[in-house]
């Protein structure tokens, strides 16, 4: 004689732990992504097609308020401008201990050419790596 069982096991999986972790997981990936701004400035840059593929981990903004040649330096996006004399002191304590010292250059359109070189001479004077930043075109 059979004997049934009168208790059926379901095959069914609950999915409302599942979407718990989907929506947890999108709420860090939210949060997370809106922390990696590297320029707190808003500076144009200019437009370029060529990307390199070197980090840098020093950043060096210039910014023109187009006033009567007004330039200021900022180190790693911080908003207050330091004067140029002292940029390279600063530059090469930040990069003191990096094994391959590669610092990036943001500076506006507008910025003239010689405070870019004149940026550039400090990474070629501490035989640093320098990376002119651009926007994509």
Do not use: C
């Amino acid at each position: 004689m059979a004997i049934k069982r009168h208790t059926k096991i379901l095959s069914d999986i609950g999915m409302s732990s599942m979407t718990d972790l989907v929506f947890l997981l999108l709420i860090f990936f939210l949060i997370t992504s809106t922390l990696v701004n590297p320029n707190a400035l808003k500076l144009l840059l200019p437009k370029s097609t060529g990307q390199v593929s070197a980090k840098a981990t020093v950043s060096l903004s210039i910014k023109d308020w187009h006033q009567d040649e007004t330039y200021t330096y900022h180190i790693n996006g911080n908003e207050t401008p330091i004067p140029f004399e002292e940029v390279e002191d600063q530059l090469v304590g930040l990069l003191n201990a990096e094994e391959d010292p590669t610092f990036s250059i943001y500076a506006d359109e507008s910025v003239p050419v010689k405070e870019v070189v004149a940026a550039m001479n400090i990474a070629k004077r501490n035989h640093y790596k320098v990376i002119l930043a651009t926007s994509p075109e």
